[in-house]
């Protein structure tokens, strides 16, 4: 009992002993209507104490504006920032290992890895389509395997054909006549 009476006590004291805090009075009524008013207030003070100067990409066109339509714009811009891999919806997904198969299939040796790599990406366009889970619509086709490994070759022969016709370098002997 005693110590709480000696903690109201201390806290009568220092309310009695603190100075009134310097505030602003709110509105009368913070409503949709004062709302916009108080909002544009704030901004104007802010911009004359100087809190918008040296933002980063003051002056500077906005990334990606005018570009063409698309709308997972939102989904793919925080992939690319944040550097994600295998996350997201299946069509998303998709649609970016499409744009990177050739690459990935220039990479390769083997025709069976080839035709391995088109037959699993296949498969998985077709689950995908099957699926109805949300989220956007699956564009991606799945693409023609022979024809895929035939361009394959040809890609291949001409990478072949400019490596052995690029002159190879002199080799640098470790000894050295006078």
Do not use: C
């Not at 709302?35 to 100067?53: C, H, K, L, S, Y």
């Not at 400019?162 to 470790?174: D, E, I, M, N, T």
């Amino acid at each position: 009992m005693a110590d709480d009476e000696q903690r109201r006590s201390a806290r009568a004291e220092r309310a009695r002993s603190a100075k009134p805090a310097e505030t602003t009075a709110p509105p009368a009524a913070l409503n949709a209507e004062t709302m916009p008013a108080i909002v544009e207030t704030a901004i104007q003070v802010a911009i004359r104490q100087g809190q918008f100067d040296d933002l980063p990409g003051a002056g500077k066109p906005i990334p990606g504006l005018g570009d063409h339509h698309d709308p997972d714009w939102w989904i793919r811009r925080k992939i690319e920032r944040e550097n994600l891999t295998g996350l997201g919806p299946p069509a998303l997904m998709l649609r970016v290992e499409d744009r990177e198969l050739d690459a990935q299939l220039d990479g390769l040796r083997r025709e069976e890895d080839v035709r391995a790599v088109l037959e699993d990406f296949n498969r998985r366009v077709i689950e995908a389509r099957r699926q109805l889970l949300g989220g956007p619509p699956v564009v991606t086709k799945p693409r023609d395997v022979d024809a895929e490994v035939a361009a394959w070759r040809e890609r291949r022969a001409a990478t072949t054909a400019a490596a052995s016709a690029a002159p190879a370098p002199p080799k640098k002997r470790w000894f050295r006549r006078r």
